[in-house]
């Protein structure tokens, strides 16, 4: 059971437009910056997004964070094949606390 | 080219010791606070534990799950951090990465290919 909840899948379309959901707590999403990670079948996770909505260099515009309260959430717009991966959410708490993960399937 | 390499992992049975490494390159080690995540397989993403940089005390935090069992060190001679981990639970098995976290972004922007632990009788 993970601190953080997102959906377990998420689906579109190459060029559709996908927003993942991220839930947690006061003590974490709520006082703390949202983070996400990318993880390509088979590889290690990738910083996707900082500091709730900021792109670290080289991940493309496609790719945006927000944070609402407690809760916070991942878009992509103009899907690709490419972008078929598992996305987490992550914040701080006592240390750092994860969501379960949400597998993105391009169809 | 940053590169973290993580090697130690292997087989062991229930009550049994392991001990990680992780070796950094192309970044400035001393600096860095180095964390560990585990995944067990077709699973998420789990927090393990940290060491801080010199500057901060070496401090350590960890995971309640393994708090007690698991210890994080470094050697910043060898630019390597390590992981101890001790009456190992067969719950423990997973990929277990070691990542940087980065000052700049606050999330960590470095991570190792993992090494596969497994705990079994």
């Known amino acids: ?107 | 080219e940053v590169q973290l390499v993580e090697s130690g992992g292997g087989l062991v049975q229930p009550g049994g010791s392991l001990k990680l490494s992780c070796a950094a390159s192309g970044f400035t080690f001393s600096g860095s606070a180095m964390h560990w995540v585990r995944q067990a397989s077709g699973k998420g993403l789990e927090w393990v534990g940290r060491i801080r940089s010199k500057a901060n005390s070496y401090a350590t935090a960890y995971a309640a799950s393994v708090k007690g069992r698991f210890t994080i060190s470094r050697d910043d001679s060898k630019n390597t951090a390590y992981l101890q981990m001790n009456s190992l639970k067969t719950e423990d098995t997973a990929v277990y990465y070691c990542t940087r976290l980065s000052v700049d972004t606050g999330g960590f922007d470095y991570w190792g290919q993992g090494t596969l632990v497994t705990v079994s009788s």
Do not use: H, M
């Open chain 1, 1 to 107: 059971q993970s601190v953080l909840t997102q959906p377990p899948s998420a689906s579109g379309t190459p060029g559709q437009r996908v927003t993942i959901s991220c839930s947690g707590s006061s003590s974490n999403i709520g006082s703390n910056y949202v983070y996400w990670y990318q993880q390509l079948p088979g590889t290690a996770p990738k910083l996707l997004i900082y500091r709730n909505n900021q792109r670290p260099s080289g991940v493309p515009d496609r790719f945006s964070g927000s944070k609402s309260g407690t809760s916070a959430s991942l878009a992509i717009s103009g899907l690709r094949s490419e972008d078929e991966a598992d996305y987490y959410c992550a914040a701080w708490d006592v240390g750092v606390v994860f969501g379960g993960g949400t597998k993105l399937t391009v169809l």
